[in-house]
Every structure is written in C-alpha cells, then in structure tokens.
C-alpha cells in the first residue's frame, strides 16, 4: 500500500470509531402539562384520549413500542367483558376502539343477547392486538395527545399546583409538569417513585405467555399416550408443571394459547420483568423440545409468540375506598360509583383457575375513590393497580373494566386541571354529565 493511501485509511476508521463516544448527553427539557397519563395499556391509552378529548394538554408516556399495554403486547386480545345479563354495561372509548377494530379487521362480535351461562368468555371480543395499538394510536393523534413512546419516569416530585415528572428515554432528558398525573403503569410505580404506600401479595397470581402452535393433526394423535408421556415428562423434570396447565388434550386443542403459567412473574421493576419474560420463553422452548419428539408434531410450528409475557397482579395502591371481595360479589352500588365491572372472580394459582361465577342479576360497580390514592393530591390510578383486595382485583383487573376507568380518570383529571382542584374535589355530577357526553355507561346511584 502507498503511503498516502494508507494514511488516508486510517483517518477513515478512526473517524467512524471515534464517533459513537463522542455522542453528548441529553439536554434536560421541560414541558407543561394539564394531564400526565404514565403507561399507554389498556387503562391509559383511554384515560390520555379522554383527557385530550375534554380539552386537556395530555402527554403519554409509554416505555414500550406500542400502546395497548396487555391486551396488545401481551396477547390478551380478547377483552371482555362489556355486557352482563344481557345488557351492556361498559361503554365509551374503549368500546368505541374495540368495535372499530373488529370492523377494520372483518371479524364479527359475539352475540350478547345469548347468556353465556359460565362460559363467560363467549362474550370477549376478539380482537387484532396490533390493529388495536394503531387505532388507539390515531384516537390519541386526533385527540391532541402528545404521545411518548420508549420513556419511563425516573423521579416525580411535587411541584407547586401539581407534580414534576423526568422522563428517562433514549437520548431525551425531559421533565413534564403536569397539574395532574394518571398511573396507569399496571404496578403503580408513579405512586411508589411519589412515596405513597403501595401493598402486593407474597403470593401473587402467575403470568403467562401467550403463543399459538400449529401444524399438528389431533384426529391422528393418541392422546392417553400423550398425556402418559406429559406426566413422566413432568416427573423428570424435563417439563415443569406450569409449562403445560391441565391435560395436554386441552392444551393442544388451543394451540396453546395461554395454556401456561409462569409462577411469580413481576413487572414492576426492569430485572423482575426481564426474567419473567425469560422464564416464559424458556418455558416454550421446554414444550417445543417435548412435542417435536413425537412423530405426530414433526411439522410443529408457531403461529404466534407475544413478544411479552402477561403479568396478571403486581402492586396494588392504597386507595380512598378499597373495594372487597363482597363488594364486588353483592354488587354493591358505591355512592361516587363512576362505572361498571363485570367479570368472575378471577384467581389464577399455579395450577390453573377455577372462576367462581356472579349470582343472576349482579353488575359490580367502580368507585371514584378506588382511583384516588389515601392523602394524596393531583393524582390518581386506572387499571389493575385500583384499591382492592386480591380476590375482587381478580375480577376488577379485566380490560372492559380497565378501559371503563381509564375513562373516569382522563376526565376527572382533566376536570382538575380545568378547575384547579384535586380529583376529590371535582363534582361527581360533573365528572358524570362528562362521561355520558363522552358514550361511558354510569352506574345509577339512587
Ligand atoms: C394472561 C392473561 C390473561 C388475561 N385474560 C383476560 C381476559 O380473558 N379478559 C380480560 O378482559 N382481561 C384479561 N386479563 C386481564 C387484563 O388483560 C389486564 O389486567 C389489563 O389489561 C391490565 O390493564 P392495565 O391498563 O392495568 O395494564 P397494562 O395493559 O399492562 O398497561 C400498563 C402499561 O404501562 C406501561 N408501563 C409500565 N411501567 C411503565 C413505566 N414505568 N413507564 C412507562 N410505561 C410503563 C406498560 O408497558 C403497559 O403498556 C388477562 C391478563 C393476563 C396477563
């Protein structure tokens, strides 16, 4: 090589390595907010329209890719339930996203005339996961919302007339303060990083990774052998007895699905989730190896794997009113109820789930309080992390009822901000009046 030649190249290389480590540090940028709606899932997608709907300057932090949060990374695209006893019971944004979709995509709705008896999930609405993110994602676009994907919050102070939130995201440094802030992060981790109590199980319900497997016959499949071979698999231990709930009849005639639970799964903070999604797709590789063995699963293969594993219960806030197992059960009517739930008590154990059916005639209901942390100001929760015991949470924790709250939350925000009061200072005529203008079904009162 010439020597000029030579030295030219060097210049080359040490132009494009020195490069990256030349890159500065993010400059820290603030922004004013009406609302903050932290977690873009199945609760906060609608409490951020809603508020920007009502006027509100709404900003949406996702840390993820998407919104939709469980019923679109996690896979539960199947959400339910809206109706009850053969009326609807839920309405609003979150129906009004569920039905575009399901028009979008050519699929059809069940029929909600017909009782499901205790086959309750005849009435979920099955959805496409991604077409759902999208639409949700143009409903915040049309209605104003400043949408932030890929950020998490990193501290949260209070902040006169409100609260000071910085974001931490990749190459952006920017605190939102915002006059009131919505966690709908599923774990409450707006309302730990507040230093508001926060309360969880030491057994918690156990998540699942959604999948589906195809490319298998089960006419031509003898399933007695199947399921002597499931059990000593399980007793070797080659497969553990969560990878594969109940009999691997029913498995398979699912393709899986969410036909597995993964004990102890937690997203609350980046390590818990990293290894819950780990063990989850372990737990898929384990099952894999075991059917490909088996001549009649040759041609085996997935259809789909969700790329997050579901997290059914993590923490729970401490909130103004705390709604019972036997408040859910007996329907009671709350005084500042703001919507409905309809679901069974839910509780997922390690071995599987045994729900425990509503009597005839009941339709839970949702306090405003149940939203509203004990001693806190300008700020709430929508989603699973609601004030509730374990085994109403089981029930409560369902995206219908999800999306129901969210809906509550974005207005009662957003009438806050508007006022300048605290979310338990806003008239419950008005936060009402505003979700039936806005298509919400509101519980009556008396
Ligand atoms: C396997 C499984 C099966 C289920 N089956 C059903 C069913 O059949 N029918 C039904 O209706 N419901 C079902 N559920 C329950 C229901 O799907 C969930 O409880 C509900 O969707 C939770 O909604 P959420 O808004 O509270 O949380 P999520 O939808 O999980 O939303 C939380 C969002 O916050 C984001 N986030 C979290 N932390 C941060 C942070 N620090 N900063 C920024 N963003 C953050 C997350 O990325 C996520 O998008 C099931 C749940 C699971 C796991």
């Excluded at 001549?295 to 729970?316: D, H, K, S, V, W």
Aim: with cysteine; charged share 20%; proline share 5%.
């Amino acid at each position: 090589m010439k020597r000029r030649t030579f030295i030219s190249s060097i210049g080359a290389v040490s132009a494009t390595t020195v490069l990256p480590g030349a890159e500065s540090p993010p400059v820290l940028r603030t922004i004013d907010a009406d609302v903050l709606v932290i977690g873009g899932g199945t609760a906060g997608t609608i409490a951020a329209v809603q508020a920007g709907r009502l006027g509100a300057r709404t900003v949406l932090v996702e840390s993820g890719s998407q919104l939709g949060g469980t019923t679109t990374t996690a896979g539960v695209d199947f959400p339910g339930l809206f109706h009850a006893w053969g009326k609807q019971v839920i309405a609003g944004i979150g129906w009004e996203l569920v039905t575009e979709a399901v028009k979008l995509n050519s699929d059809d709705l069940p029929d909600f005339s017909k009782p499901t008896g205790p086959q309750h999930w005849r009435h979920q609405v099955r959805i496409c996961g991604a077409l759902y993110a999208a639409l949700a994602e143009e409903a915040c676009g049309k209605a104003g919302v400043q949408l932030r994907y890929y950020e998490f919050p990193q501290t949260v102070t209070a902040a006169p007339g409100g609260w000071r939130v910085r974001l931490a995201g990749k190459g952006t440094s920017v605190d939102v303060v915002a006059k009131q802030v919505i966690d709908c992060t599923g774990n409450a981790s707006v309302i730990g990083l507040a230093g508001l109590p926060r309360q969880r199980e030491k057994t918690r319900q156990p998540g699942t990774l959604i999948y589906r497997l195809g490319g298998y016959d089960l006419a031509t499949t003898d399933m007695n052998a199947l399921q002597a071979k499931l059990t000593s698999a399980r007793k070797s231990g080659a497969l553990k007895p969560t990878d594969i709930n109940g009999t691997i009849a029913g498995f398979l005639a699912k393709g899986g699905e969410s036909g597995n639970h993964i004990p102890g799964a937690d997203s609350s903070t980046s390590e818990t989730h990293t290894e819950t999604n780990i063990r989850g797709r372990q737990a898929l590789l384990r099952v894999l190896r075991f059917l490909k063995a088996e001549p009649a699963f040759a041609l085996m293969n997935i259809e789909r794997l969700q790329t997050e594993a579901g997290i059914r219960e993590t923490f729970r806030i401490e909130g103004e009113t705390t709604v019972m197992h036997g408040d859910y059960t007996s329907g009671r009517v709350f005084s500042d109820a703001v919507a409905h739930s309809f679901y069974p008590i839910d509780l997922h154990y390690e071995g599987g789930v045994k729900p425990k059916h509503l009597d005839e005639g009941i339709v839970p209901t949702i306090p405003l309080g149940a939203l509203i942390p004990k001693n806190s100001k300008n700020l709430m929760v929508a989603g699973r992390c609601l004030s509730s015991d374990q085994l109403a949470n089981s029930a409560l924790r369902v995206q219908a009822s999800c999306m129901a709250m969210g809906q509550a939350a974005g207005v009662t925000a957003a009438l806050a901000a508007r006022t300048g009061t605290t979310p338990l200072q806003v008239s419950l005529g008005d936060i009402r009046r505003e979700l039936r203008r806005h298509g919400a079904i509101v519980p009556k009162t008396g």
